[in-house]
């Protein structure tokens, strides 16, 4: 077992309510997208509303609420990666314009946890402001900029681990 997970945080601003025409071929293909993330090589979890089926109830930003948060946790950047750009998800990437503003800054960050860890909004909202703010470091980064997981401690190793 890993003892880090990668998590991944993506922000937008949506170009109209969840509930008008313009989104309506968005939100009919959340329940697949989510599906499909759910049963991708690598996936641990992803963010959900208190009615459990996506996110899009949650608001990062209070006062905006067209400000929407997607975040996950998977086992490795390569999972990821391959769950974005070499799976259906690409079909639906590739019309976020339709559906969402262009942000001028960072919309994206990734970093490690310890596993068995469930980032809040608050926690992956500070992440995209840490690498807006300092560009890519172990704590936040982008698929660019990837870094390995932290080392794990030799006195952190499970007992399991060490042969006693």
């Known amino acids: 077992m890993n003892d880090f997970h990668l998590a991944q945080v993506n922000v937008g601003r949506l170009l109209a309510p969840l509930d008008s025409p313009q989104l309506a071929d968005f939100v009919a293909q959340l329940p697949e997208i989510n599906a499909l993330a759910d049963h991708a090589p690598g996936f641990v979890w992803r963010m959900v509303d208190d009615e459990g089926a996506d ?28 769950y974005v750009y070499r799976s ?8 976020r314009r339709e559906w969402f503003e262009r942000l001028a800054d960072h919309h994206a960050a990734l970093w490690w946890v310890p596993a068995g860890h469930r980032p809040s909004v608050e926690e992956a909202m500070d992440r995209v402001a840490l690498l807006r703010a300092k560009g890519d470091t172990p704590d936040a980064f982008t698929f660019r900029a990837p870094h390995p997981p932290p080392p794990t401690p030799a006195h ?9």
Do not use: M, Q
Not at 55 to 61: E, G, N
Not at 88 to 95: E, F, G, K, M
């Open 88 to 95: 259906d998800h690409l079909r639906v990437l590739a019309r």
């Open 55 to 82: 996110a899009t109830s949650l608001r990062p930003d209070r006062a905006d609420d067209l400000f929407l948060i997607n975040c996950s946790v998977w086992e490795s950047v390569d999972a990821l990666k391959a």
């Open 156 to 164: 952190c190793h499970r007992i399991s681990d060490s042969g006693h």
